[in-house]
């Protein structure tokens, strides 16, 4: 079997405008996940965030590479009690259930802007987001669903941001910083920023702290 390597083992990754996609040449316009507007955007975002679930090609959760350690359903299917694993930003700060909640709210607050509004019932299905504790969060869905679907395009739209660095911006304000590289220097995925020339490149090297 060929050997495992972990991301401080990896080297610096360039991208250019159209590397690795079957579509025209384009180039990577914003690096914020909740204001992208193509794969390219998505792919360089999931360099550097990490998921609370990580969904692989047959539509099953990876455990070994979520940052959610498990997902407890209720009987009637409408109450998901989800555990996270200890996790950390780059700037040493721990990823809490608070990072997911940030999430959930901001989706909230850009309504259809978000790209992703209204998929696997984010956020109009939810009745409540309750921060349990440090790891862990409650949502509570206004009906029953299939725990399968709302866990995949549900839960996995929930991916943490570092709520203690972005919180103090206004929706504006990261609208204006969507292609600024410092705005997100605090990461949590094995790809920090290395050097972004709109419209040319972007270039990532390790996060040394990726766990």
């Known amino acids: 079997a060929m050997p495992a390597f972990g991301a401080k083992t990896c080297g610096t990754v360039i991208v250019p405008p159209g590397l690795g996609l079957g579509t025209p040449p384009a180039s990577v316009g914003s690096l914020n ?23 692989n090609r047959n539509h099953e959760i990876t455990w070994s590479r979520s940052i959610a350690s498990s997902i407890e359903v209720s009987d009637d299917t409408t109450t998901f009690t989800v555990t996270m694993r200890p996790w950390r930003w780059s700037d040493g700060m721990p990823v809490t259930a608070k990072d997911v909640k940030f999430t959930f709210d901001l989706i909230k607050k850009l309504g259809k802007t ?14 409540s987001f309750t921060v349990l504790g440090p790891h862990r969060f409650r949502v509570v869905l206004t009906k029953s669903v299939n725990p399968i679907w709302f866990e995949l395009t549900g839960l996995g739209q929930l991916t943490p941001y570092p709520a203690h660095v972005w919180d103090r911006y206004s929706i504006n304000e990261m609208w204006r910083l969507q292609s600024t590289p410092s705005f997100f220097s605090v990461v949590d995925g094995p790809y920090r920023i290395g050097r972004y020339v709109m419209g040319r490149y972007i270039s990532f090297v390790p996060n040394p702290s990726y766990m």
């Open 33 to 55: 996940p909740f204001l992208i507007s193509s794969a390219y955007d998505a792919e360089a975002a999931g360099l550097l965030y990490d998921g609370l679930l990580w969904i």
């Open 114 to 127: 978000y790209t992703g509004y209204g998929q696997g019932g984010i956020p109009d299905m939810v009745k």
